[in-house]
């Protein structure tokens, strides 16, 4: 298991912190997220083996909350 923490500026509501842990939850091999509104703050454990952090930084551009690890 690793864990990576992103910070993603357009972090600005409870909505951008549902809307990112349900897609990213939803991603093959992504064990747990946690999105920090305040500090703009996601942290996700995932799998190795099943995915990597280019496919979640993918799927945090591709759900418009562009990231920077």
């Known amino acids: 298991m690793a864990s990576v923490t992103f910070t993603a500026p357009g972090i ?5 912190k549902r809307s990112i842990e ?3 939850s939803g991603t093959v091999g992504v064990r747990r ?3 920090e ?3 703009k703050r996601v942290t996700v454990d995932y799998d190795e083996s099943a995915t990597d952090t280019g496919t ?3 799927v945090m551009d591709d759900i418009g909350y562009p ?3």
Do not use: F, K, T, Y
């Open 12 to 16: 600005s509501c409870d909505h951008c």
């Open 22 to 24: 349900g897609d990213l």
């Open 33 to 35: 997220v946690e999105v």
């Open 37 to 39: 509104i305040e500090p």
């Open 56 to 58: 979640l930084r993918a």
């Open 67 to 69: 990231v920077s690890a």
